[in-house]
């Protein structure tokens, strides 16, 4: 168990499995694999029974499209989660200097350390953020139940799948943030919740912690302990310097005892494995499919999503979204399928395939006679090859959203072009950030400095691989160097000038380019 709230996950320890510092991680066969989508991938093919994963390319491409959704509103989850859940808890069992000796014990990177000093101070969102979060994980609940109207039992059509496991967890933790769940709103939400709870294998993924956050009581405690932790400690009341004891009692006891008493009780699953399954996709002609790419150019993932296209040669329409001006919010610039997430491919009409991740495992399957180069053969090196087209995506809405705000979106923000960001139905919220962007109050200079660091040491990561490829995935040109090379692009708009620090990246990124410009 690697425990968030102490920061463990960027211990010495946990880096040596995952470099990004980011669980869950899988460890097989002594080879660490990370990125939970990734994983799950990774165990369909190697352990094909299961099936989670349907083999026909249209339909796999809806599965991977739901776990790019739950990836995007997992951003606006994570800050609440730290906002009202995990800093209040860190309040309780720990106060400010013995939290932060805890944390820069665990990590000595500044972005992390100050994102976890604004979680203990609840400070990382503002009343607006935290209002308009909260309306987008309610978008997102407005979004299943009509899924579901359409499809059926599951989010998929009447087979239970792997988009069912990858966004239930995610929705079982929304009343922890205050966002309910109410059946005469979302029935057929809370049908298929109830569904999947009847499955033992939900029932297995379940702890004893899940069961107290959960519990509307202990939920109340935490909102009754961050008023009071507001309360200067002079101007406490007897009762109020009473309970908080208790509850600091409480939430200090160590969880793992009850939660293995707890798994005992549970069913448990067998998994054998069958051997690695060879991939297999269409071989029909480039042109069999009509394709609308929606491109958004300030997006790194959309520049590699269109970039992949172009090296594969496969003929489609372009729609260009300006994320600045926020037309992703306009119902005629995107299907509605896409639920305003970019990059988007749409297909023959009917389906919208959303995120980078997702659009080149269905251009690996679909068009499997051209694209079989651009991932590896192996299992393993395939898996590792996704991590590197998802990137730390996480960790860039946590650590670099105001940088990126700041200095790429603000930038190409005239005064004009503000108003539209209005007129195109920003929230209060956004309105505001981007108001601070623009006279650049959003991103400090220590801020900055900070975010150099921690691109710092991901080029490090990139630049250790290729001591041993030329590539970042073998001898072979491939997605995984088509979406590092159009991320660290993006780099130079934040005034980060990597080129000559890293020779062995910069000489990779030279070969990147001519391979790009080949197409």
């Known amino acids: 168990m690697v425990d968030l709230v102490k920061g463990e996950q960027k211990s010495s320890q946990y880096l040596a499995i995952n470099p990004w510092g980011k669980v869950p991680a899988l460890l097989h066969q002594g080879r660490p694999i990370w990125e939970s989508n990734v994983i799950t991938q990774y165990l369909d093919e190697v352990f094909p029974h299961a099936g989670l994963y349907p083999r026909e390319p249209m339909d796999y491409a809806k599965v991977r499209s739901w776990q790019?959704?739950?990836?995007?509103?997992?951003?606006?989850?994570?800050?609440?989660?730290?906002?009202?859940?995990?800093?209040?808890?860190?309040?309780?069992?720990?106060?400010?200097?013995?939290?932060?000796?805890?944390?820069?014990?665990?990590?000595?990177?500044?972005?992390?350390?100050?994102?976890?000093?604004?979680?203990?101070?609840?400070e990382l969102l503002t009343p607006g953020e935290e209002a308009a979060n909260v309306a987008t994980l309610e978008t997102v609940l407005a979004n299943i139940e009509k899924a579901l109207s359409v499809n059926g039992a599951y989010l998929c059509g009447q087979a239970f799948s792997q988009a069912d496991i990858s966004v239930?967890?995610?929705?079982?933790?929304?009343?922890?943030?205050?966002?309910?769940?109410?059946?005469?709103?979302?029935?057929?939400?809370?049908?298929?919740?109830?569904?999947?709870?009847q499955r033992s294998s939900i029932k297995y993924s379940l702890s004893f912690a899940d069961l107290v956050?959960?519990?509307?009581?202990?939920?109340?405690?935490?909102?009754?302990?961050?008023?009071?932790?507001?309360?200067?400690?002079?101007?406490?009341?007897?009762?109020?310097?009473?309970?908080?004891?208790?509850?600091?009692?409480?939430?200090?006891?160590?969880?793992?005892?009850?939660?293995?008493?707890?798994?005992?009780?549970?069913?448990?699953g067998e998994m054998v494995e069958r051997g690695a399954r060879p991939l297999k996709g269409s071989t029909s002609t480039l042109s069999a499919d009509e394709l609308v790419f929606y491109h958004a150019p300030l997006l790194p993932d959309s520049m590699a999503a269109q970039r992949s296209l172009a090296c594969l040669g496969i003929a489609h329409s372009t729609v260009t979204v300006d994320t600045a001006i926020a037309e992703e919010l306009l119902p005629q610039k995107l299907p509605l399928e896409s639920l305003?997430?970019?990059?988007?491919?749409?297909?023959?009409?009917?389906?919208?395939?959303?995120?980078?991740?997702?659009?080149?495992?269905?251009?690996?399957?679909?068009?499997?006679?051209?694209?079989?180069?651009?991932?590896?053969?192996?299992?393993?090196?395939?898996?590792?090859?996704?991590?590197?087209?998802?990137?730390?995506?996480?960790?860039?809405?946590?650590?670099?959203?105001?940088?990126?705000?700041?200095?790429?979106?603000?930038?190409?923000?005239?005064?004009?072009?503000?108003?539209?960001?209005?007129?195109?139905?920003?929230s209060e919220a956004q309105l505001e950030r981007m108001g601070q962007a623009v006279v650049q109050e959003l991103c400090t200079d220590e801020e900055l400095r900070g975010v150099y660091k921690y691109l710092g040491r991901h080029l490090e990561q990139v630049e250790k691989?290729?001591?041993?490829?030329?590539?970042?995935?073998?001898?072979?040109?491939?997605?995984?160097?088509?979406?590092?090379?159009?991320?660290?692009?993006?780099?130079?708009?934040?005034?980060?000038?990597?080129?000559?620090?890293?020779?062995?990246?910069?000489?990779?990124?030279?070969?990147?380019?001519?391979?790009?410009?080949?197409?």
Not at 75 to 90: H, S
Not at 95 to 115: N, Y
Not at 171 to 195: A, H, N, Q
Request: net charge positive; aromatic share 14%; with cysteine.
């Open 168 to 197: 239930y967890p995610r929705l079982r933790m929304f009343p922890y943030l205050g966002v309910r769940i109410l059946e005469s709103k979302f029935p057929l939400t809370v049908s298929w919740m109830d569904r999947l709870e």
């Open 465 to 519: 691989l290729l001591q041993q490829t030329e590539y970042l995935c073998g001898r072979t040109f491939g997605f995984a160097d088509i979406a590092v090379f159009s991320r660290l692009e993006s780099y130079r708009a934040l005034g980060f000038e990597w080129q000559g620090q890293y020779p062995l990246t910069t000489q990779w990124a030279a070969l990147v380019e001519e391979k790009l410009n080949d197409h």
């Open 68 to 122: 790019e959704y739950e990836l995007g509103f997992a951003k606006p989850y994570f800050m609440l989660m730290y906002q009202r859940v995990i800093g209040p808890m860190t309040r309780l069992t720990s106060d400010f200097d013995e939290f932060m000796s805890e944390v820069r014990q665990s990590s000595d990177d500044p972005t992390f350390i100050r994102f976890k000093e604004l979680a203990w101070k609840g």
């Open 340 to 426: 305003g997430r970019l990059p988007a491919l749409q297909i023959n009409g009917q389906v919208t395939v959303v995120g980078l991740g997702a659009i080149v495992d269905y251009l690996h399957k679909r068009y499997f006679d051209v694209a079989c180069v651009y991932f590896p053969v192996d299992p393993y090196d395939r898996a590792m090859a996704r991590i590197q087209v998802l990137g730390d995506s996480d960790g860039a809405h946590k650590y670099l959203r105001n940088a990126y705000d700041q200095y790429l979106v603000a930038a190409s923000l005239t005064a004009d072009r503000f108003e539209q960001l209005q007129i195109n139905g920003a």
């Open 213 to 268: 956050l959960s519990n509307s009581v202990a939920q109340k405690m935490l909102g009754w302990a961050t008023h009071v932790n507001s309360v200067p400690a002079k101007a406490r009341t007897a009762h109020q310097r009473i309970g908080y004891r208790v509850l600091r009692a409480l939430f200090k006891l160590d969880m793992a005892l009850p939660d293995k008493l707890f798994r005992r009780l549970l069913p448990k």
